[in-house]
């Protein structure tokens, strides 16, 4: 898969919805729009198809900002017609950057560019406070996350995400900017991609303390002949409890229907920790200690196709 590089920014795009984008782009496509001599930084959108506020932000970003010097990636605009994450019979564009040939053309990519930083932005899938998801803890890691959000989640284990594969060449982060219905999260991307077009260079320490959490587990669900009928029924009060603390005993799910199967995983995905946080009693599944969520989701495909949420802990960073 080579990226289809453009050095020209059709101006009808900046009134393109996300849906529409593939009657103007075949595929993942960069734009280069680098002004001379300024260093540019790399943005992310739509590498999952139905998370649309990266986009609306990006593309007003552009319309605004005449000085505005970025490397730009659009990624999978066949998902974003459908309003999905990724095709059925697509990978998901952020769970492939370990493996060739995206790592190889991302590399060269970002060797050529030498952009300063790097952000690929993402809506949540439940009603989350907006936060960064880092991969290391390097001091202008940090610098660069206090700009968007006093939240960030650290994860050892990064399923091959683009911010993770761009880690080495600059500091970088996902962002996770609110819901896709809330107006709130492209005005925060919006927000941050002009910071970062004023400031040209990562700050040399954090703005302010940052909360932060790490990544123990990830829920899975899947039914044993893929199917998806009587989806087993999650705790009420799950959408409303993310970075909240669920105590030991906390109902997590109401009634699992025969075939279907609820696990966690550790980050890396190759332990299966399920024992260790659900007791299983007459088709409902408690907690067997505390945590605190992130990510959750009700819907039945973004569940099948990434997963339920996260389980965190609270953690201090080392800053270095
Ligand atoms: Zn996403």
Redesign the pocket.
């Known amino acids: 898969m080579k990226f289809d590089v453009r050095r020209d920014f059709d101006e009808r795009l900046l009134q393109v919805e996300a849906s529409d984008l593939h009657r103007f782009l075949t595929g993942p496509t960069v734009f280069d729009l680098r002004r001379n001599g300024v260093q540019p930084f790399f943005v992310s959108t739509l ?2 198809g139905n ?1 649309t506020s990266g986009w609306d932000a990006v593309r007003r970003f552009i319309a605004d900002t005449s000085d505005a010097s970025i490397v730009l990636f659009i990624g999978n605009v066949r998902a974003a017609a459908q309003a999905m ?1 990724h095709l059925p019979d697509e990978v998901d564009f ?1 769970r492939i950057w370990r493996q060739q040939p995206w790592r190889d053309d991302l590399n060269d990519l970002l060797e050529r560019y030498q952009p300063w930083c790097g952000i690929d932005i ?2 949540n899938s439940g009603p989350n406070p907006h936060y960064s998801v880092i991969t290391d803890q390097h001091e202008s890691t940090l610098a660069l996350a206090s700009i968007f959000s006093n939240r960030v989640i650290f994860t050892h284990h990064t399923l091959d995400i683009l911010a993770h594969a761009i880690s080495p060449h600059c500091p970088s982060l996902t962002v996770e900017t609110g819901t896709v219905d809330d107006l709130q999260s492209a005005q925060r991307a919006y927000d941050l991609l002009t910071r970062l077009n004023e400031i040209r260079r990562v700050p040399m320490s954090p703005k302010h303390e940052l909360e932060a959490y790490e990544t123990i587990g990830i829920v899975k669900v899947e039914h044993e002949n893929g199917s998806l009928e009587n989806f087993p029924q999650f705790d009420e009060t799950l959408k409303e409890s993310s970075f909240s603390t669920l105590a030991a005993g906390s109902p997590f799910v109401n009634c699992l229907p025969s075939g279907w199967r609820v696990s966690v995983l550790d980050p890396a995905h190759s332990l299966d920790l399920t024992d260790e946080f659900f007791e299983f009693r007459e088709r409902r599944a408690f907690l067997k200690r505390e945590i605190v969520m992130s990510m959750f989701t009700h819907t039945p495909i973004l569940a099948l196709q990434d997963c339920v949420c996260y389980f965190l802990t609270s953690t201090s960073l080392a800053r270095g």
Request: glycine share 0%; charged share 30%.
């Open positions: 590498l999952h998370e994450r952020n993402h809506n």
